[in-house]
């Protein structure tokens, strides 16, 4: 009951000083020029905010900006339908949002009446009143009615503009609060007199809420015309801090702009006020304008925008000082709640940090037993006695944290130097180390009272056996055997009494039956990061989402906080029970207050397509899950996305199709590129809660070269080429036949010419075996007769008949020189070489036809002496001839005879 009371007190206790510290998450954000002075948010649930460069605006993901003419400061925004209006220096207009969400400007400067407006003037406030947009300077006020603009209202000082039950109020610095009815105005009565208000700077309405805020008299609060009483710190904050804007976030809460201190939000009902201001955590103290929505308190500030999630489930603590450090662990005893941090351990009363004595240093964790708080501290194992740290007898090391033994009073310590023993007896404590491990040991579960788990810091694993009885540890087996635990980094932890390990981001248990570890897909994708007696905590992979699992129902909720993210201690993250609807984490600046009654997710569930552009060219939709894209189109794609009313969430996107692609969407852009043609499925899913998601189909058309009517080409090509190839081949093959003819014939020629040469050549040897023959035949003829007549020459003188015998001499000298041999010769040796006497005469017209015979035999191969019986002469003189006849055809010595008839 005293925790509840406490905390209880620390959360909900009126006062100044409480709200400071507990916080709502804030998101800072810096785009354009320094200073904003306006904001709103129109249906597309995208930020509008009055910049000093032009419109600035925010869908969640991404930032635009819009300049106006002459890149003038805008003052003023108000979003109606698709219009965003603006009043800037002597310049009103409105941006309009074309189908493709393009916006044009639209200057309404030319519709003033004349002489208006105002030289210098400039419009700080817009706001629609039946249709009719009002806007205003500080000395007048205007009306436009879509076609022309009217001055309503000339006045030197006022300061702001309302609408209550359909009546359009201003404010007045010097007047009071007035109605316009028409194009008149006149006092304002809200059943009572306002009479006694005449410096008033701003109002507000909210249903039929009434706020008034008069510089000299303070803030008013009218409910159905009954005046509300405001607590005395809101109305000495709002004069010391100077109150700049208001607007209600409901029925119960007003959020309240200043000038020097931030936003101060108040509860009319239970007159609890919170400050929110740069020791906060805001970007800026000065607010210049603020709007609510949707849970949200968006401020425009005087450098920079910031974004309060005001009914946000996670509230934090931060200790902007530096004094506080990280936080390892929180605990709750008597009332008082303490921090164990890198500094030491404080308890936290009354919104005021006190550090306990001998305390200092970096304090891991705290345990608490039977009212008694342990701590794993760098200077040992202590124990909290008379409101300061003891250290326990026997402590040899720093401790990392306390592990209670099963069925025993007493617990393990993980410490830098192995593993320690806590003995508790009767109010006595004593640390024992126990031998068999050294290294330092960071955590350790029990599998049972007789076997432990255990990590050392550089995160190996051991399996250890524990022996109760003799307090001793029997085995100590690193697990490095182990092929998934070898080279990965291994953390442990114990969930429904079943130890789980996470090896390098997967979860498994342990198979003591196949020595082995097994998959436990439960939690796969998950990073735990704390648990309390119903719950248990986790992120997901992407460090999007929180999500929080009932033990005994299943029921998930889920949340999505940014600021809380980043502030998680990686590894030493420990939930705290509160409540049944409270819990508390520690983080790397403080501590965070977790409403489980909230789930944090907004009522939007829904991603947009604000934009794809190819080649910076923006691709029209004919239907909004459809989008068909040219084969050139989907070489580059881009997309723009946003999801309203869900700001600074991640977003993933994955194509399935002809080909995958998968990715983190930053700043709500991403880019496809080189699809080839066919269909895809693009999912683009909010990494913090899947529920949100957007799936569009896609057909990448065929390229050019492949569409219908080029196959259609295509085919009647392939005829045309194959008509054409079967041409080819039939003329090829006509050709192959022609060309196999034509060397048949040729070859049929070769072999006729063959034959007929070597019949020829047959012939020719024949007729010269024929002349060689003859030749020899007239030799010998002539020989014998040489013969013969030698003979009778003998016996002439000797001879009975004399003239007998000198008429064989004479006759046979005539068969000698009888000319038909020769005849007979030269017949056949022309026959044989044609042009051969023909040539001779005409290249040596003065060779005699002695010698012309000498060179017909010399070139029939004849030698000398076969040449003398046919020129009836001796060889001697033949060769006497032969050398005469070298003279006549000036041969060279190294020419021979038959060398140079052969050319003939």
């Not at 009719?132 to 006020?141: A, D, E, L, Q």
């Not at 880019?671 to 499925?681: A, E, P, T």
């Not at 063959?754 to 020899?776: D, F, G, M, P, Y």
């Not at 026959?831 to 036809?849: M, Q, V, Y």
Request: charged share 25%; aromatic share 10%.
């Amino acid at each position: 009951m005293l925790k509840y009371l406490f905390l209880f007190m620390l959360l909900s206790m009126s006062g100044h000083l409480v709200s400071q510290d507990l916080h709502p998450e804030i998101t800072n954000y810096s785009y354009g020029g320094s200073q904003n002075w306006s904001i709103d948010i129109d249906e597309s649930q995208i930020v509008s905010i009055a910049n000093n460069s032009g419109l600035t605006r925010f869908d969640g993901q991404s930032w635009s900006l819009h300049p106006i003419p002459k890149k003038m400061i805008v003052r003023s925004v108000l979003c109606v339908g698709s219009r965003t209006y603006i009043g800037s220096y002597e310049e009103f207009g409105y941006w309009d949002k074309q189908e493709n969400g393009e916006l044009i400007y639209h200057s309404l400067s030319t519709k003033f009446p004349e002489k208006t407006p105002q030289q210098s003037e400039e419009f700080w406030q817009i706001i629609e009143h039946e249709g009719i947009i009002y806007f205003r300077s500080f000395g007048s006020i205007y009306k436009y009615d879509g076609t022309s603009i009217q001055l309503v209202v000339n006045s030197l000082d006022i300061s702001s503009l309302a609408v209550l039950d359909s009546k359009l109020l201003y404010g007045s610095l010097s007047q009071g609060v007035f109605e316009v009815v028409g194009n008149q105005v006149r006092p304002y009565s809200h059943g009572t007199s306002l009479d006694e208000l005449t410096n008033v700077n701003n109002i507000e309405v909210f249903d039929n809420q009434l706020f008034i805020y008069d510089q000299t008299r303070g803030a008013f609060l009218y409910d159905s015309k009954e005046r509300i009483e405001l607590s005395n710190s809101l109305e000495q904050m709002l004069e010391e801090d100077v109150l700049n804007k208001v607007e209600f976030i409901d029925d119960d809460r007003i959020a309240f702009g200043t000038i020097k201190n931030g936003v101060i939000i108040y509860s009319i009902a239970s007159q609890n006020i919170e400050t929110i201001n740069r020791k906060s955590g805001l970007r800026n103290n000065t607010v210049l304008d603020l709007t609510a929505h949707n849970g949200n308190l968006w401020l425009a500030l005087d450098n920079g925008v910031s974004r309060i999630a005001v009914d946000s489930a996670i509230s934090f603590y931060t200790d902007d000082t530096g004094t506080l450090g990280t936080v390892y662990d929180i605990e709750l005893l008597n009332g008082q709640l303490y921090l164990a941090s890198n500094t030491g351990v404080y308890t936290f009363i009354d919104n005021q940090l006190t550090l306990l004595e001998n305390s200092e240093g970096h304090c891991w964790g705290i345990h608490k037993s039977n009212s008694e708080l342990f701590f794993g501290h760098n200077k040992g194992a202590l124990i909290l006695a008379n409101g300061k740290l003891e250290l326990i007898e026997g402590s040899y090391s720093g401790v990392y944290d306390y592990v209670p033994i099963p069925n025993s009073q007493d617990f393990l310590l993980s410490t830098y130097s192995g593993i320690g023993y806590l003995s508790i007896d009767n109010g006595s404590y004593e640390v024992t180390k126990l031998d068999g491990l050294d290294v330092p040991i960071d955590n350790i579960i029990f599998e049972n009272e007789k076997l432990l788990w255990a990590t050392d810091n550089f995160k190996n694993l051991f399996k250890i056996e524990f022996n109760t009885n003799n307090k001793t540890l029997e085995s100590v087996v690193l697990m490095e055997s182990k092929e998934l635990a070898k080279e990965k980094m291994v953390d442990i932890v114990k969930i429904d009494d079943l130890p789980y390990f996470v090896i390098g981001g997967s979860w498994f248990t342990y198979s003591h039956g196949k020595s082995s570890f097994q998959p436990a897909e439960k939690f796969e994708g998950k990073l735990l990061i704390g648990q309390d007696d119903s719950s248990l905590w986790f992120m997901n992979e992407d460090r999007s989402s929180i999500v929080k699992i009932d033990r005994q129902s299943g029921e998930v909720t889920t949340l999505s906080n940014q600021e809380f993210f980043s502030k998680l201690v990686d590894g030493y993250s420990k939930v705290f029970a509160i409540d049944e609807n409270r819990s508390s984490i520690n983080l790397k600046d403080g501590f965070a207050i977790i409403h489980n009654d909230k789930s944090g997710i907004n009522d939007y569930e829904s991603i947009i397509i604000k934009e794809i552009t190819a080649s910076d060219k923006i691709i029209e939709r004919s239907e909004p899950n459809d989008l068909i894209l040219s084969y050139e189109e989907a070489r580059s794609i881009n997309f723009k996305i946003y999801s309203p009313g869900n700001y600074d969430h991640n977003f993933t996107y994955q194509l399935e199709g002809e080909m995958s692609q998968s990715d983190k969407i930053m700043d709500g852009s991403f880019m496809l590129r080189n699809l080839k043609s066919g269909n895809y499925i693009l999912s683009i899913v909010d990494s913090g809660n899947d529920q949100i998601r957007k799936e569009l189909s896609i057909e990448v058309m065929a390229p050019w070269y492949l569409s219908w009517w080029m196959k259609l080409g295509y085919l009647l090509l392939l005829i045309a080429l194959l008509f054409l190839a079967g041409r080819y081949q039939k003329i090829k093959a006509n050709k192959a036949h022609n060309k196999a003819q034509k060397e048949l014939l040729q070859q049929a020629k070769q072999k006729l010419e063959a034959v007929e040469k070597e019949n020829l050549i047959k012939e020719v040897e024949s007729r010269q075996k024929e002349l060689i023959n003859r030749t020899a035949t007239i030799v010998r003829k002539n020989e014998a007769i040489i013969t013969l007549r030698n003979e009778l020459r003998k016996l002439q003188e000797s001879s009975p008949n004399k003239i007998r015998t000198d008429n064989i001499l004479k006759r046979t000298g005539e068969q000698l020189d009888s000319k038909n041999d020769w005849h007979l010769f030269e017949s056949k040796f022309n026959s044989l070489n044609e042009d051969f006497f023909n040539n001779l005469s005409r290249k040596f017209p003065k060779l005699t036809s002695k010698d012309q015979k000498l060179c017909a035999y010399i070139k029939i191969g004849l030698t000398s002496k076969e040449i003398a019986p046919l020129l009836g002469i001796t060889k001697r003189s033949v060769e006497l001839q032969r050398y005469r006849l070298r003279k006549k055809l000036n041969l060279d010595t190294d020419i021979t005879f038959p060398e140079f008839l052969s050319q003939l």
